[in-house]
């Protein structure tokens, strides 16, 4: 799972060569964890 830009919705790949959390594209420092789009939990009524 990678990261996505919040300005130009790129997919970014964090590595730890990077020292600066920023979009490689853009420059945009903001990035929000990429999730499954489906997270269903079902749960049984007691």
């Known amino acids: 799972m990678g ?3 919040l300005r130009c919705k790129r997919i ?8 600066v959390i920023r979009c490689p594209y853009c420059g945009y420092r903001a990035l929000r964890k990429e999730r499954p789009k489906v997270m269903v939990k079902k749960v049984k009524a007691v």
């Open 12 to 19: 970014v790949e964090i590595t730890t060569e990077y020292q």
């Open 3 to 5: 990261y996505y830009c």
